[in-house]
């Protein structure tokens, strides 16, 4: 079993490279299987859950070439079947997006129904709310999602919830719909604006993206492009509360520090100073990290895949912190491993209340899903003594070399598979 080995105690100092972000990416692929012609990304990271999307395309037919790390080519022309299995997907929820690509594309698809991180009930009943508004027959049968339409037309959708994946997957059916769409009520998200721009520049009309109402006249055909991903707004926070958890000086570079807004402002109540360049934040920690409330909301407000990373390190600040988690009902599992670790908190709910301690101390956590388990490690890059983060298989799931940018930054970190390796962690020179 993969796991993460840390001596906690040292702040981390230097600079860190951002990469594409997962959520945009796992989208922009999707899409990039719209047209018949040739798609190249690029600023694709290479985590798993990216690598496991684009084994599900080829796996129905579709040509993929990694060019190299970070760049793919996808033909879509070579797609012969619209079923995707649950093999393939059930441990990644983004494969719903397949769902409105293939029903734009084909006007038919069948799609397992996605798994992802367990942090709550995540229905996706506004998706097929919007698929069946532009003429879609949608039907679940043992797990799997068959929609199909004869033709789709453009309407008028209001989401009852402020849903990413459920306006993206809107999106990408509308644009190859006949006729005038709005969304209403849409999500706001960075990675939203990326599809959206993404789509545009294989020839989609949309705009609107990055506000309530996301206006799309419908076009008969896609065509290929070349397109980068944005940086991962949430890859970036994580390394910015690290830096403040550790009391370090870290220079975020590679990202789009308007993305950031809403994280970059709580550091700084906390304490943290927060520099923007163009395409770079600095965070200089203070010493003292102070207590603030915090309530997790749709974009702009403050992400809920940032909300265990803020945990972790208002669990250190002096005084006591609120955070209300509005988006996701099972994301304060990870709570449960700080408190081994020596944080003091009580979670009413959707309320967790977080009395800050000096420091953590090292011990073995599990890391419950893929922020959460971020979250960890951050928590022992900062704890006394030696942490060991088991179930790190969710952490690798959306961060791509994560050690060894910790490694970089002077964090004491190390993947181990085995007794024998962890015990040469711990009893190295040193
Ligand atoms: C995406 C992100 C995830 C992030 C979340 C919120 C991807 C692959 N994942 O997830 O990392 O935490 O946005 O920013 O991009 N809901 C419904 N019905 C629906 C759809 C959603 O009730 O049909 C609810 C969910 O239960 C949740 C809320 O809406 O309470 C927001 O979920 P949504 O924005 O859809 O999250 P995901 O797209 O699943």
Same mark, same amino acid.
């Given at each position: 079993m993969e796991q993460y080995i840390i001596k906690g105690g040292t702040p981390l100092v230097g600079e860190v490279e951002i990469g594409g972000a997962k959520n945009a990416a796992l989208a922009i692929i999707a899409a990039a299987v719209m047209t018949d012609e040739e798609v190249i990304l690029e600023n &694709?990271?290479? %985590?798993e859950d990216v690598n496991r999307l684009l084994n599900a395309i080829e796996d129905v037919g579709v040509t993929v070439k990694r060019?190299?790390?970070?760049v793919v080519r996808i033909l $879509?022309? @070579?797609?012969? @079947? !619209?079923r995707v299995d !649950?093999? *393939? &997907? =059930? #441990?990644?929820?983004?494969? !719903? *997006?397949l769902l409105g690509a293939f029903l734009g594309k084909v006007r038919h698809a069948e799609v397992a129904l996605p798994g992802g991180c367990d942090i709550g009930s995540r229905p996706i009943d506004q998706h097929i709310k919007g698929f069946r508004a532009l003429g879609a027959e949608v039907q679940i049968d043992k797990g799997v999602v068959y929609a199909n339409a004869d033709q789709l037309y453009g309407q008028r959708i209001y989401m009852d919830i402020v849903s990413v994946g459920a306006t993206i997957n809107v999106m990408l059916a509308a644009a190859l719909a006949d006729g005038y769409s709005t969304i209403e009520n849409a999500a706001k998200e960075p990675h939203v604006v990326d599809v959206a721009i993404m789509l545009n520049s294989m020839g989609a009309d949309i705009r $609107?993206? $990055? @506000?309530d109402i996301i206006r799309i006249h419908g076009v008969s055909r896609l065509h290929g492009c070349r397109y980068s991903i944005i940086p991962d707004q949430i890859e970036a926070g994580t390394f910015m509360f690290a830096a403040a958890a550790t009391r370090g000086n870290v220079l975020v570079k590679? %990202? &789009?520090p308007k993305h950031l807004e809403s994280i970059t402002s709580k550091l700084r109540e906390m304490g943290s100073a927060v520099w923007e360049y163009d395409d770079a934040v600095r965070v200089i920690a203070s010493d003292e990290i102070r207590s603030t409330h915090v309530k997790t909301l749709p974009?702009? $407000?403050?992400?809920t895949d940032m909300q265990p990373q803020i945990g972790v390190t208002l669990g250190l600040a002096s005084g006591t912190s609120i955070i209300i /988690?509005? &988006?996701? /009902?099972? =994301?304060? #599992? !990870?709570l449960d491993e700080l408190v081994r670790m020596g944080a003091q908190v009580k979670v009413e709910g959707s309320i967790a209340i977080i009395t800050g301690v000096e420091s953590y101390v090292g011990t073995e956590v599990t890391a419950p899903d893929l922020r959460a388990g971020a979250a960890l490690v951050i928590a022992g890059l900062a704890a006394r003594g030696y942490t060991i983060v088991d179930d790190i298989k969710y952490i690798l799931r959306g961060y791509e070399r994560f050690d060894e940018k910790l490694r970089a930054l002077g964090g004491d970190i190390a993947l181990v598979t085995n007794e024998r390796q962890r015990t040469e962690f711990m009893y190295r020179a040193v």
């Open positions: &694709i990271p290479d %985590v060019e190299d790390r970070h $879509g022309k @070579t797609l012969h @079947t !619209y !649950y093999e *393939y &997907i =059930r #441990k990644m929820r983004a494969s !719903y *997006y $609107g993206a $990055g @506000t590679n %990202v &789009i974009y702009p $407000g403050f992400p /988690e509005s &988006i996701f /009902e099972r =994301r304060f #599992k !990870y």
